[in-house]
Structure formats: C-alpha cells, structure tokens
T-cell receptor
C-alpha cells in the first residue's frame, strides 16, 4: 500500500496561473479531503468528498475547485493563483462514517509558493 | 460553534518532564476527538483518539483526558523525550454521517535533552 500520495512536492506559480494538485489513495477510502496549513492557523479544510461524484465545501473553499470522478483520486485545482494561496497543502483520506475507524491518513504535502 | 481552541501555541519541556496541551470546543455534536502529531516536512499522523463517553485514554506515554461537562480535552505526554519534539494538533469530528474534522491551531513542542 502506498497510502496517500501527493504530487508535486513543491511548486512555484506566478500570480494568475492555474494548476492542479494531485492526490491519490489506494486504501479504498470513501472520504477524501484537502487542507491548507499556514503558520499559527492549523489545518483548515478546503473541500471534501464522501464518495465518487460527491464533493462539498469546507472552511476556506474560495479560489479552489475539486472533483471526484473515481474513489482513488481527488485533485485540487487552483483557478487563478494568488499570493494568499501560498501554503502547504495536505490531502487526507479515511473510511466514511464507519464507527470502527475514523482515522484520517495524510499525504506528505505539497508546498506551494505564489509570487 | 465549529471552532476548536488549542493552547499553548508553543511549549518547551525538559527531557523526562510532562508535556500538557489543552483544547476546548463549543459544539456538543462533536463525537470523536483525535490528536495528530506532525514532524517537520511530513504530513500529520494520528497519535491517539478518544470518544466523548470516556474520560481518559492511555497509550504508552500518551494520555488524553476528556471533560465533557467543561467541553475540554488535553494531551499529556509523560517522560517527554527529544523524539517527541513535533507539532501537535487536536481535532474534533463534526458528527453525523461525514468524517469531517475541525483542527486546532497546533502546538509546537520542543523537548530539550
């Protein structure tokens, strides 16, 4: 099992550019989510999905799009990058609504800088 | 209502000492309270978790104390070691059918040898 994988590890964008952060998991988890981590602000939920074809907004969704066409993949799209989106992005996955295990498994992160 | 407040922001403890990190919440619908540990350059990983019908859970040197009436929970690290130096996040599951987690702002722990 590779667990949760994220690509790229590092990315530098210019303001206004768009890009897609990739996330994949091989644990057959229904629930997947994207967080951003900024100093002093913890992990803030951007978007999440409870299964293929189903997505919803989290705490800070503006400027980001997601889709979930398969159970395994949950890409995050930055539509028009802004310096305020400079952050470390984490993808996570878990079983959905199963009381035996709520544990979320995190990927290694993508460090994004927008200049 | 959806917030989880965490303190302190940073903590320095001597090797062998006890590290204590506190969290508080408002939403009584939260139904699962995990602690995540994050080392530099890595993603967070589950350390220990508790459900609100239990007042304490211990795993090795790590203990969660949970006070339902006060809506507070804390992580205690006994016999703290330099290898415990990391950022710790408390979190709460939003409840209901989805596994959405609300995270605290994190505590940077440094254990001095």
């Amino acid at each position: 099992n590779a667990g949760v994988t994220q690509t790229p590890k590092f990315q530098v964008l210019k303001t206004g550019q768009s890009m897609t952060l990739q996330c994949a998991q091989d644990m057959n988890h229904e629930y997947m989510s994207w967080y951003r981590q900024d100093p002093g602000m913890g992990l803030r939920l951007i978007h999440y999905s409870v299964g293929a074809g189903i997505t919803d907004q989290g705490e800070v969704p503006n400027g980001y799009n997601v889709s979930r066409s398969t159970t395994e993949d949950f890409p995050l799209r930055l539509l028009s990058a802004a310096p305020s989106q400079t952050s470390v992005y984490f993808c996570a996955s878990s079983y959905e609504g199963q009381s035996f295990s709520y544990e979320q498994y995190f990927g290694p992160g993508t460090r994004l800088t927008v200049t | 209502q959806q917030q989880v407040k965490q303190s302190p922001q940073s903590l320095i403890v001597q090797k062998g000492g006890i590290s204590i990190i506190n969290c508080a919440y408002e939403n009584t619908a939260f139904d699962y309270f995990p602690w995540y540990q994050q080392f530099p350059g890595k993603g967070p990983a589950l350390l220990i978790a508790i459900r609100p019908d239990v007042s304490e859970k211990k795993e090795g040197r790590f203990t969660i104390s949970f006070n339902k009436s006060a809506k507070q929970f804390s992580l205690h690290i006994m016999d703290s070691q330099p290898g415990d130096s990391a950022t710790y996040f408390c979190a709460a599951r939003a409840g209901g059918a989805t596994n959405k987690l609300i995270f605290g702002t994190g505590t940077l722990l440094a254990v001095q040898p």
